[in-house]
């Protein structure tokens, strides 16, 4: 780790608080001058550090910058070794880590974070917009899995882990809408894309990559996703930094996917959930269907009826219609 690296993250460790160059030129067993260097590096590279006489350099407490260092901060011990790389730009934090799972330098726990992806994806093959200053972020769990019921729950914990950790920092009535997405009304604020690494000779499952992106603050959205996306914030100033967010994020989902057999959260699922009750529109071997969404069950499942049949959906595309008759 460079001296630059020590420094923020003792800062990050002590974010609003004072701390003195004598004071981390003696920690570090580094002289003042290359405190000052690294202190004016991180202050070119847009961290916002105050430098007063007599006190000190603070960081404030709102500086928005993702980091490796903002991530471990906000975890705190339980955490302090995870895997967790932070990165510019990638295409994709998803295919990023796929290729470090294939070159084997994935962990349990492995979390992979960027400030822009030029190939953001979701599902069905579709494009995910990623500019900078959004929450992209993709969590790495190793398990052997053999019963098919607990992979279909992995996306609705993820769903679980993101709206408590929304409803955490802000007083926002984030929604859950069958399977993967997050809404704030009538608009998709985050997408949840989870692939899986398949030993085909076992049959089990056991690598799980759990991408999540969530527009964090208001961009300018392309024309054809202007009407149905959103971000959590209009603008600065906001009610927590991304690293907090995404620590958040990471701790829930590691919790709720710990015991995968443990379906408690799906009660909790179903409270927030925007189909229960509502009439919905799917396709089905080429045909479009439409029914009312009766129950979600344990395993993640939509049961759907359809006059006088029930029908079970286990994956799949659905609009809703809501109460003033439009189609989400």
Same mark, same amino acid.
């Given at each position: 780790?460079?001296?630059?690296?020590?420094?923020?993250?003792?800062?990050?460790?002590?974010?609003?608080?004072?701390?003195?160059?004598?004071?981390?030129?003696?920690?570090?067993?580094?002289?003042?001058?290359?405190?000052?260097?690294?202190?004016?590096?991180?202050?070119?590279?847009?961290?916002?550090?105050?430098?007063?006489?007599?006190?000190?350099?603070?960081?404030?407490?709102?500086?928005?910058?993702?980091?490796?260092?903002?991530?471990?901060?906000?975890?705190?011990?339980?955490?302090?070794?995870?895997?967790?790389?932070?990165?510019?730009?990638?295409?994709?934090?998803?295919?990023?880590?796929?290729?470090?799972?294939?070159?084997?330098?994935?962990?349990?726990?492995?979390?992979?974070?960027?400030?822009?992806?030029?190939?953001?994806?979701?599902?069905?093959?579709?494009?995910?917009?990623?500019?900078?200053?959004?929450?992209?972020?993709?969590?790495?769990?190793?398990?052997?899995?053999?019963?098919?019921?607990?992979?279909?729950?992995?996306?609705?914990?993820?769903?679980?882990?993101?709206?408590?950790?929304?409803?955490?920092?802000?007083?926002?009535?984030?929604?859950?809408?069958?399977?993967?997405?997050?809404?704030?009304?009538?608009?998709?604020?985050?997408?949840?894309?989870?692939?899986?690494?398949? &030993?085909?000779?076992?049959?089990?499952?056991?690598?799980?990559?759990?991408?999540?992106?969530?527009?964090?603050?208001?961009?300018?959205?392309? &024309?054809?996703?202007?009407?149905?996306?959103?971000?959590?914030?209009?603008?600065?100033?906001?009610?927590?930094?991304?690293?907090?967010?995404?620590?958040?994020?990471?701790?829930?989902?590691? &919790?709720?996917?710990?015991?995968?057999?443990?379906?408690?959260?799906?009660?909790?699922?179903?409270?927030?959930?925007?189909?229960?009750?509502?009439?919905?529109?799917?396709?089905?071997?080429?045909?479009?269907?439409?029914?009312?969404?009766? &129950?979600?069950?344990?395993?993640?499942?939509?049961?759907?009826?359809?006059?006088?049949?029930?029908?079970?959906?286990?994956?799949?595309?659905?609009?809703?219609?809501?109460?003033?008759?439009?189609?989400?």
């Amino acid at each position: 780790m460079t001296l630059k690296n020590r420094i923020l993250q003792i800062f990050e460790n002590h974010r609003g608080e004072s701390i003195s160059g004598q004071q981390l030129a003696d920690e570090l067993c580094v002289s003042r001058n290359s405190v000052w260097k690294s202190v004016k590096s991180l202050q070119n590279e847009g961290y916002r550090i105050l430098a007063a006489t007599n006190k000190g350099y603070i960081l404030e407490e709102d500086n928005d910058i993702v980091s490796r260092e903002s991530v471990i901060a906000a975890l705190g011990d339980r955490y302090s070794l995870a895997d967790i790389s932070v990165l510019k730009t990638t295409p994709s934090t998803n295919t990023e880590a796929m290729t470090r799972l294939l070159d084997g330098r994935i962990t349990h726990g492995s979390l992979i974070v960027a400030d822009e992806q030029s190939k953001g994806r979701g599902r069905m093959g579709k494009s995910f917009f990623s500019p900078k200053s959004g929450i992209y972020m993709s969590v790495c769990l190793c398990k052997s899995v053999e019963n098919m019921s607990d992979v279909m729950v992995i996306t609705p914990a993820a769903a679980v882990a993101v709206r408590r950790s929304i409803a955490k920092f802000t007083d926002i009535d984030a929604r859950i809408k069958w399977v993967n997405d997050i809404y704030i009304g009538k608009k998709k604020v985050c997408g949840i894309l989870t692939q899986a690494d398949i &030993d085909f000779e076992s049959g089990k499952a056991g690598t799980f990559i759990v991408g999540i992106g969530i527009n964090f603050i208001n961009q300018k959205f392309p &024309d054809d996703i202007k009407d149905r996306a959103c971000a959590l914030f209009d603008e600065r100033p906001v009610s927590v930094t991304r690293s907090k967010m995404i620590a958040e994020i990471y701790s829930q989902l590691l &919790d709720l996917t710990d015991d995968l057999s443990d379906r408690s959260f799906m009660d909790e699922y179903r409270r927030y959930s925007l189909v229960l009750g509502k009439e919905i529109s799917y396709s089905l071997n080429g045909e479009e269907k439409r029914g009312t969404v009766r &129950d979600i069950d344990d395993d993640g499942a939509l049961i759907v009826r359809e006059g006088e049949k029930e029908r079970k959906l286990n994956c799949g595309e659905i609009s809703i219609r809501s109460a003033d008759n439009e189609w989400i």
